[in-house]
């Protein structure tokens, strides 16, 4: 059972020592593909494992149990060349509510401009501020991602330092040819999911996220009128975002992994009915694409 007062005296810690942060599943699938060796993808799933786990991310020390859980899961779609692939990749990071066996999502995203060399038996090589190879620098690009949800859901902005890692990463490849990294391919691409969090302007995703998680969720385990009541407060930071930024990709992704949550919060029936309105109606105004998800709340499913 993780402990959440560990992390924040992690956070706080001097200590520089090193260790395996990260409890990462790592998955490579080809359905798309007949007719090719596909033991090089069991080869680079191997190679992505040992490089999630084997390179020290953070200066932290986590104890093995207490190590971050996420999941990468990579779908090649086309084999370009001999060892040019396309495709895409799923991200989810998750992390432990206090004292319970539930773990929450932070991020849930998939990538789907996604395209990479790999020679089987490679090693895979990376170093902060050198865009090697768009793999490694992909991959090292979430990672730091991952660590900066992670630390703001318990210590308000503590990701900083890891998102500007990440930035850092999109700072190299301007240069490259490759795609998923400047701003004016797309509004929904690896520049703007670390951009859009680093903006001063939406500083209340990242309110959100500390009130939410911190204040919120981990409050629930043994006084929930008072956890859940953070949870609501929380809300509002969402709303000002809403209203200020109408259609923010990094609003939306908050959404994409939080809407389910959100109503199973909400459905328990010890919840008053006037907030249960208020919260759905907040809701609706915030993501009406998934208004009838929220209906859920009112119809006790």
């Known amino acids: 059972m993780r402990k959440i007062l560990l992390f924040l005296f ?15 599943v790592v998955s490579v699938t080809s359905p798309k593909l007949e007719g090719t060796d596909k033991q090089v993808f069991e080869t680079l799933q191997t190679a ?5 786990h084997n390179r020290v991310w953070t200066n932290y020390m986590i104890k093995g149990e207490e190590r971050i859980e996420c999941t990468i899961l990579i779908t090649i779609n086309e084999r370009v060349g001999g060892d040019q692939f396309r495709g895409t990749i799923n991200l989810v990071l998750r992390r432990p509510v206090f004292n319970s066996a539930y773990n929450t999502i932070l991020l849930n995203y998939i990538d789907k401009d996604f395209s990479f060399n790999y020679i089987e038996y490679q ?18 690009f979430y990672t730091y991602l991952f660590l900066g949800y992670y630390f703001d859901s318990f210590v308000a902005y503590g990701g900083t330092p890891f998102f500007e890692k990440a930035q850092e990463i999109v700072n ?10 400047k701003a004016f391919e797309s509004d929904k691409n690896r520049y703007w999911l670390v951009a859009n969090i680093l903006n001063p302007a939406n500083s209340a995703l990242r309110d959100f996220s500390y009130l939410y998680h911190r204040q919120g969720l981990d409050q629930m385990y043994d006084k929930v009128d008072l956890g859940r009541s953070k949870v609501v407060e929380s809300l509002n930071y969402l709303q000002k975002i809403s209203t200020a930024r109408p259609g ?3 609003l939306q992704l908050v ?8 109503v199973n919060i909400f459905s328990d029936q010890r919840v008053p009915p006037m907030e ?16 009838s998800k929220y209906q859920e709340i009112l119809e006790g499913k």
């Open 255 to 262: 959404f994409d992994a939080k809407k389910d949550e959100f």
């Open 276 to 291: 249960k309105n208020s919260v759905v109606t907040l809701l609706k105004d915030i993501d009406p694409a998934s208004s």
């Open 10 to 24: 992690l956070v706080f810690s001097v200590i520089q020592l090193k260790a395996q942060e990260l409890d990462c």
């Open 248 to 250: 923010l990709f990094s």
């Open 123 to 140: 090693t895979l090589d990376y170093s902060d501020g050198v865009f090697t190879s768009n793999l490694t620098s992909t991959l090292a």
């Open 172 to 181: 190299t490849a301007q240069s490259t040819q490759v795609s998923g990294w």
């Open 48 to 52: 992505i494992y040992e490089f999630m």
